[in-house]
């Protein structure tokens, strides 16, 4: 993990954009935070935090992304949620708030790069400035959300539909443009919490039925409107 100065990396009024409370920030709470905060560089796959550490400051990502995960006593992985820029890990901001131990693991998906606030500095913050409030809210209200939907997913969906939801929302952009999902196998049997013999048959059939065309570590959406007809009726699409 690389630490640097913001001061020779950007000018502060770059940085300080990807705090979405910034502008209401009182000064003293402004000053606090820019004599505090350092840029931190982690490439991908680096683990960030592990299972049952302490917290020691929180992250607020500018590029990349972290993703929050929990292992079984087998080894199987299933993803909770992405930590994407302009955000922070809910987890992480609750066990330092509350002094308690990380109850996942966050690891670098892509190489990331995010800004560090020291846990003191983070919980002053959050005591004394009502923008910081409302951020940390507002990330818990999405987060739970997401979570709710993850349980409702494995619990009342198959997973071949849980694969064609993943397809569907990692090739589209904000945009609504399709690209191809460049991950092996494995990596989205992780990420589904599953076997990878059991995506590489998913995706085999959905080769068959025409709706993919598998490559190398990359998958490429042929009929984006035939997948969203085989995903779950609750699915947006």
Not at 38 to 55: H, I, N, R, T, Y
Not at 86 to 92: I, S, Y
Not at 140 to 167: I, Q, T
Not at 182 to 192: G, K, P, R, V, W
Request: hydrophobic content about 40%; glycine content about 6%; overall charge negative.
């Amino acid at each position: 993990m690389n630490r640097h100065s913001l001061r020779s990396v950007a000018a502060l009024e770059e940085w300080t954009r990807a705090f979405h409370f910034w502008d209401g920030l009182t000064s003293s709470g402004a000053t606090l935070l820019r004599s505090s905060v350092a840029l931190k560089s982690f490439p991908a796959g680096a683990v960030l935090l592990d299972e049952g550490q302490p917290c020691e400051g929180a992250l607020l990502v500018t590029s990349g992304s972290i993703r929050v995960y929990k292992t079984s006593p087998s080894g199987r992985e299933i993803t909770l949620y992405l930590v994407q820029p302009g955000e922070m890990c809910v987890l992480g901001i609750s066990c330092l708030l509350n002094d308690t131990r990380y109850p996942a693991r966050a690891a670098a998906k892509t190489d990331t790069e995010a800004l560090g606030i020291p846990a003191s500095t983070f919980r002053r913050l959050f005591r004394e400035e009502a923008p910081v409030q409302r951020f940390v809210l507002e990330m818990f209200s999405s987060r739970l959300s997401l979570v709710m939907r993850l349980v409702e997913e494995v619990a009342f969906h198959r997973m071949d539909e849980r694969l064609v939801v993943f397809l569907l929302e990692e090739s589209m952009d904000s945009r609504g443009i399709c690209h191809p999902v460049s991950m092996s196998h494995e990596q989205i049997a992780t990420h589904l919490g599953t076997a990878r013999e059991v995506v590489s048959r998913l995706l085999s059939q959905l080769e068959d039925d025409g709706l993919v065309v598998l490559e190398r570590m990359r998958i490429r959406i042929a009929d984006p409107e035939g997948l969203r007809r085989v995903s779950p009726p609750e699915h947006p699409g």
